[in-house]
T-cell receptor
């Protein structure tokens, strides 16, 4: 069982659809993150949750709505997305806040989102 | 503000060649951390190394080595005797250390390395 699991791995949705991405970590970490990876762009930090509390929202449009019900689960709710939102969405976790003691982030394999 | 620049977008080498991936960073803090991550085709980023700003000693781990130069704000990564399995996208990242803790990692755009057999 991998440390950070993301589902679904691939998602195709229309601009009027509502869908959710799920992330689960089995590492006992306290912090979880959503990153967006677009072609030819740096990894963009979207949201940070520390002990279930959102500590960072990096000016993300409201059509992306995160939810962190507990330290092990993180969701990204999607609605009325645009084609330019097509990207690989990566979830990560760490022990402690914002990189924690070692600064090491553990990533999932990502959810590849295509918006038609 | 923090910034990480990886000027090399793509590099191709023949197997067994040495290759160096460049990373230049910007920060106003005196305490910060630098990282390298590897992203294989499967998608997940894999942690390779973390260095703090007070430790300029170069590090070697098997075929991997890192050269940290504060004078040039660079943290370059060298793979010796490259192998096909080294083919991946490599990301350099930076985290600053504030009183409240470390900032989330800021990543460079990545360098895609292709090792040809």
């Amino acid at each position: 069982e991998t440390g950070v699991t993301q589902t679904p791995r691939h998602l195709v949705m229309g601009m009027t659809n509502k869908k959710s991405l799920k992330c689960e970590q089995h590492l006992g970490h306290n912090a979880m993150y959503w990153y967006k990876q677009s072609a030819k762009k740096p990894l963009e930090l979207m949201f940070v949750y520390n002990f279930k509390e959102q500590t960072e929202n990096n000016s993300v449009p409201s059509r992306f709505s995160p939810e962190c019900p507990n330290s092990s689960h993180l969701f990204l709710h999607l609605h009325t997305l645009q084609p330019e939102d097509s990207a690989l969405y990566l979830c990560a976790s760490s022990q402690g806040e914002a990189g924690g003691i070692t600064g090491e982030l553990f990533f999932g394999e990502g959810s590849r989102l295509t918006v038609l | 503000a923090q910034k990480v620049t990886q000027a090399q977008t793509e590099i191709s080498v023949v197997e067994k060649e040495d290759v160096t991936l460049d990373c230049v960073y910007e920060t106003r803090d005196t305490t910060y951390y630098l990282f390298w991550y590897k992203q294989p085709p499967s998608g997940e980023l894999v942690f390779l190394i973390r260095r703090n700003s007070f430790d300029e000693q170069n590090e070697i781990s098997g075929r991997y080595s890192w050269n940290f130069q504060k004078s040039t704000s660079s943290f370059n990564f060298t793979i010796t005797a490259s192998q096909v399995v080294d083919s991946a996208v490599y990301f350099c990242a930076l985290s600053e250390n504030w009183n409240s803790g470390n900032t989330p990692l800021v990543f460079g755009k990545g360098t895609r390395l292709s090792v040809i057999a």
